[in-house]
Nanobody, 114 residues
Framework: QVQLVESGGGLVQPGGSLRLSCAAS????????MGWYRQAPGKQRELVAD???????NYADSVKGRFTISRDNAKNAVYLQMNSLKSEDTAVYYC????????WGQGTQVTVSS
């Protein structure tokens, strides 16, 4: 079973940046498509970005050009660099495989507000 721990969230002003990290346990990490998801209050969880084992990426239209997903298979880690943040990016961010096969972690709160 893969365990997931997200970190790096916080309060940031509009236009600011944050870098999220996800640490995963388990030897199968390197073969998985990994994704970053988010859930805003009162909304369903949505996929923000994903990355294949060899580094191919996909992004939701709402974050394209602002967010960058990356991974380090040697460290069993996946990252999300978020730039030009907007208030609508406020949510709890989670990582998981795509589709989400594993137990969801606690997530990390991102709040974009002035």
């Amino acid at each position: 079973q893969v365990q997931l721990v997200e970190s790096g969230g916080g309060l940031v002003q509009p236009g600011g940046s944050l870098r999220l990290s996800c640490a995963a346990s388990g030897s199968i990490f390197s073969i998985l498509v990994m994704g970053w998801y988010r859930q805003a209050p009162g909304k369903q969880r949505e996929l923000v970005a994903d990355i294949t084992s060899n580094g191919s990426t996909n992004y939701a239209d709402s974050v394209k050009g602002r967010f960058t997903i990356s991974r380090d298979n040697a460290k069993n880690a996946v990252y999300l660099q978020m730039n030009s943040l907007k208030s609508e990016d406020t949510a709890v961010y989670y990582c998981n495989s795509r589709p989400g096969l594993f137990r969801w972690g606690q997530g990390t709160q991102v709040t974009v507000s002035s």
